[in-house]
């Protein structure tokens, strides 16, 4: 049975930063691109990175670029997502998802998510 | 970046019914296009890929249909546990793209 569980969410001041993570179980970790996307109260989902299987390239929406840093540590099937420079547009509930490509981002497995509050 | 538009934003419909969305994209996708279903505190869940292809587990009575920039999920017959907010998904680039989302509620 394919597990993905978020940790590391809460109430962050303004221009802090956070750290999130993401286990995975009952599938081969280190074989699939992993991915983190949002969803902000109320709104769609957004995409937001991507990091390679074997962790050498990692791709960033517009609305993060230079603030957020996707990592893997496939030695313990665990996803990263450092956010720094926090402001209250990244308020969201986030989630960590597989693809077999970090090329074709087709999410077959979805973390429950984990929530992310900005605010002084 | 690939831009999908989702219509309508929302619709309402009794069980039983035939459901149609649409998805249109910015430009030619081919058929890298997915759907997803989305409630409430749940996590999305993948019903469609490769624009018509079922995931497995999914309901037959979810089909996926189009290429190119005009997509189409069709939900018969609507059932209770349907109601739900269904998003289209562009994989065709590796800066992957949502529709805004479409609601379907109760009639």
Known sequence: ?120 | DIQLTQSPPSLSASVGDRVTISCRASRNIDTYLNWYQKKPGQAPKLLIYGASTLQSGAPSRFRGSGSGTDFTLTISPLQPEDFATYYCQQSYSTYCTFGQGTKVEIK
């Open chain 1, 1 to 120: 049975q394919v597990r993905l569980v978020e940790s590391g969410g809460g109430v962050v001041p303004p221009g802090r930063s956070l750290r999130l993570s993401c286990v995975g179980s009952g599938f081969t970790f280190r074989t699939q691109a992993m991915h983190w996307v949002r969803q902000a109260p109320g709104k769609g989902l957004e995409w937001v990175a991507v990091i390679s299987d074997d962790g050498k390239d990692d791709y960033y929406s517009d609305s993060v670029k230079g603030r957020f840093l996707i990592s893997r540590d496939n030695s313990k099937n665990t996803l990263y997502l450092q956010m720094s420079s926090l402001s209250a547009e990244d308020s969201a509930h986030y989630y960590c998802a597989n693809s077999h490509s970090a090329h074709e981002p087709k999410f077959d497995y979805w973390g429950q998510g984990i929530l992310v509050t900005v605010s002084s």
